[in-house]
């Protein structure tokens, strides 16, 4: 099985800052990696697919870049609604596995 | 509206037995795969089976392989899974999820898939 592997585990950022989650997968998946943000009591919902392609509908303040086994989120002028979890997971082959999550919290 | 409903979530012993059902409405059900992503209270999601969208194609995460099965009813846009002989530790929210392909600006060459629709959740507790 692929292991993802998430940094950091929790994050503190004010409104505004720009911050970075990264995601090592422990081989390659090439460019097989979406990324998810999940708020509590809710489903998960994909921002990212493909490394570094932005789904329809979610701002452009969230960028996503890597490839192989190294990959980063980075999100620009945070926003009060963007404080949540943080997914990678894998998509290269089964069984799909995610990233323990990345917390990002309001300072 | 794109959307995933799931039921058939609840209480049961362990040793017991549930079916999931998982309905999907605004979208073509029978031209995508689809899956099953469970989540335990405070942890990671965790994949838990793939079905294809004809459902001749399936596969299964080792920790459930042999005790769960996952159908579909294209003509009722309904997705099952069929918990058996659960355990403590199935305990979780259960998502049905729809698995989409991305390509290229050609069409023809894959990026990736991921699940870009989700159900609401159903909570399975296995508890005596």
């Known amino acids: 099985d692929i292991q993802m592997t998430q940094s950091p585990s929790s994050l503190s950022a004010s409104v505004g800052d720009r911050v970075t989650i990264t995601c090592r997968a422990s081989q390659t998946v090439n460019s097989y990696l979406n990324w998810y943000q999940q708020k509590p009591g809710k489903a998960p919902k994909v921002l990212i697919y493909a490394a570094s392609n932005l789904q329809s509908g979610v701002p452009s303040r969230f960028s996503g870049s890597g490839s192989g086994t190294d990959f980063t989120l980075t999100i620009s002028n945070l926003q009060p609604e963007d404080f949540a979890t943080y997914f990678c997971?894998?998509?290269?082959?089964?069984?799909?596995?995610f990233g323990q999550g990345t917390k990002l919290e309001i300072k | 509206e794109v959307q995933l409903v799931e039921s058939g979530g609840g209480l049961v012993q362990p040793g017991g037995s549930l079916r999931l059902s998982c309905e999907g409405s605004?979208?073509?059900?029978?031209?995508?795969?689809m899956h099953w992503v469970r989540q335990a209270p405070g942890k990671g999601p965790v994949w838990v089976s793939r079905?294809?969208?004809?459902?001749?194609?399936?596969t299964y995460a080792d920790s459930v392989k042999g005790r769960f099965t996952v159908s579909r009813d294209n003509a009722k846009n309904t997705l099952y899974l069929q918990m058996d002989s659960l355990r403590a530790e199935d305990t979780a929210v259960y998502y049905c999820v729809r698995d989409k392909y991305f390509y290229d600006s050609s069409g023809f060459r894959l990026l990736s898939d991921a699940f870009d629709v989700w159900g609401q959740g159903t909570l399975v507790t296995v508890s005596s």
């Open positions: 079905i294809s969208s004809d459902g001749r194609s399936i």
């Open positions: 605004g979208f073509i059900f029978n031209n995508f795969w």
């Open positions: 997971q894998q998509s290269h082959s089964t069984p799909y596995t």
